[in-house]
């Protein structure tokens, strides 16, 4: 109570009632003296006493509202499923007549977001499993900070989140579908097993430097297969690539046409083609039935991947998508800054939003009538950073041409968008497309989520939009072109993928 009045003595006007009511009316004799300025109210509230107190307490309430944000789970359970995955079992491999090859990379990213991360993860995942060893997984890590905590965005971040909090599947440890008699041996682990049966002096470290770069991703696999086959390397049981000059797979190769021609060895590959999200992720979906209100509950569950060549017609299979769903990756947020960024770079689709086989093309202006830079920036903002009016017109596009595609396939209805914008811009959404004809239309705000679900938050989101019979996506986006590449992976038609 001493706290709160002390606080209220430092707001103008709202001192406590009780500390004037034995103070005597004012008299004459209470005038001040003539020729002596009366000073200004605020003048006299801001003392340096008060300014020192307000100084003082600002950094509490700060404190105060982030711890008032939510303490993240730890993801101590899933921490002690990955220390007991058999593979981690180091006495029986010492045993075994082939002890397992690892490969790790140390450099690997951090401090950026899931979808950056991941795609990485899968071509360092797909890497190892063509050189035949055993892929050194890692938390997500977004600060080398010593502490469980940091702070972002006024609240209060997991500096790390064990990698199968969010995947399933070879690429975190899962087993390997595979005939190979030495399967077992090549079973990715965990950076902390990785370091406890390889000290510093058993590790062979190989440099990237040198490496292509700039040519087509398969040939840059290829180049990487024939240098750990070599000699100095072949049969060392711990090697780490060196990336501290230049990455092995950098951002270019993904914003690129030439990430394409790793898609067919990807998806034969047990790193995406056995690719699965995490039983946390599945569990958040599972638990908004209600809102995804799928026509049949199977489709809430992991499906079987199927090669895109030899799968049947998913897009309108009720078994296999959120049938009537279209899912929408509405980003905002820094994409205010970075959309107007990608006009004056002249930037195209990332890689995997740029295939053949999908519908919407990006031409990179200028052309026709669109050569200033004002139109140009326009031009990028409608397909980059779209307003509620222009959002709702896509919409209704793609879903005139959804039902013409498929004239007997029920209608599409719904809408779930993935966003991080505010409540408010996602309401003024929702008014635009109800007023257009759609019957329910859904946030990532509004599905219920427990603490550890939240953390995985954009891997809930993902798997929604994977699953969902239409994806509207952003093909400037890293988490578009992630949900693209798995949505071919699992065979699902190629148009039912749009981009805004």
């Known amino acids: 109570m001493n706290l709160w009045r002390t606080l209220l003595r430092l707001v103008p006007g709202q001192s406590h009632k009780d500390e004037y009511e034995l103070l005597p009316e004012a008299s004459h004799h209470d005038r001040p003296p003539r020729g002596r300025r009366r000073a200004h109210g605020y003048c006299r509230f801001f003392t340096l006493r008060r300014l020192c107190m307000l100084l003082a307490i ?4 700060i404190m105060v509202g982030i711890l008032l944000s939510g303490i993240p789970p730890t993801y101590s359970d899933i921490r002690t499923y990955e220390a007991k995955l058999p593979q981690h079992n180091a006495t029986a491999l010492s045993l075994a007549e082939h002890p397992p090859l690892y490969l790790r990379f140390p450099g690997h990213l951090w401090g950026r977001g899931l979808n950056n991360v991941l ?9 190892a499993h063509m050189a035949g060893r055993a892929f050194v997984f890692e938390d997500y890590t977004w600060s080398h900070s010593p ?17 199968n909090a969010f995947v399933a599947g070879p690429l975190s440890g899962g087993p390997l ?6 399967a077992f041996q090549k079973r990715a682990v965990s950076a902390a097993f990785y370091e406890k049966v390889c000290p510093r002096a058993a590790i062979r470290s190989v440099s990237s430097v040198g490496a292509p770069t700039d040519v087509e991703g398969a040939a840059i696999i290829d180049w990487w297969v024939k240098r750990l086959s070599e000699s100095d390397v072949q049969d060392v049981r711990c090697v780490e690539i060196d990336t501290s000059e230049q990455p092995a797979f950098d951002g270019f190769l993904f914003g690129s046409p030439r990430v394409l021609s790793l898609l067919p060895g990807l998806y034969t590959s047990p790193i995406l083609g056995a690719f699965a999200w995490s039983p946390l992720v599945h569990s958040a979906v599972v638990r908004n039935f209600a809102v995804l209100r799928p026509p049949d509950p199977a489709a809430l569950y992991p499906p079987a991947r199927h090669s895109p060549a030899s799968s049947p017609d998913a897009t309108t299979d009720p078994h296999r998508t959120l049938a009537g769903l279209v899912a929408v990756h509405l980003r905002r947020g820094d994409y205010k800054r970075h959309c107007p960024r990608l ?5 195209g689709y990332m890689g995997f939003n740029s295939h053949p086989a999908l519908p919407d093309r990006f031409t990179i202006p200028p052309f026709g009538n669109i050569t200033t830079k004002e139109d140009i920036e326009d031009y990028y903002l409608v397909h980059c950073l779209p307003s509620p009016e222009q959002l709702a017109a896509r919409l209704h596009v793609v879903r005139a041409e ?26 003024s959404v929702r008014r635009e497309l109800v007023r257009d004809g759609w019957e329910e239309v859904w946030g990532s705000g509004d599905i219920v989520l427990d603490a550890a679900q939240a953390g995985v938050g954009m891997a809930v989101d993902m798997r929604i939009g994977e699953g969902a019979e239409v994806f509207l996506g952003n093909g400037f986006s890293s988490l578009t072109s992630n949900i693209v590449m ?15």
């Open 119 to 127: 795609q990485e993860a899968i071509l360092m995942g797909y890497l």
């Open 58 to 61: 600002v950094p509490l309430l």
């Open 402 to 427: 959804h039902a013409q595609q498929y004239p007997g396939a029920a209608p599409l209805k719904r809408v779930y968008i993935l966003t991080n914008a505010w409540g408010w811009f996602v309401n």
């Open 177 to 182: 579908p595979s005939p190979d008699e030495r």
């Open 486 to 500: 798995l949505r071919l992976a699992r065979g699902l038609e190629p148009a039912s993928n749009r981009f805004l």
């Open 343 to 347: 006009s004056q770079w002249g930037a």
């Open 147 to 163: 502490l469980p905590y940091t702070i972002y965005d006024f609240a209060l971040r997991a500096t790390r989140i064990p990698l």
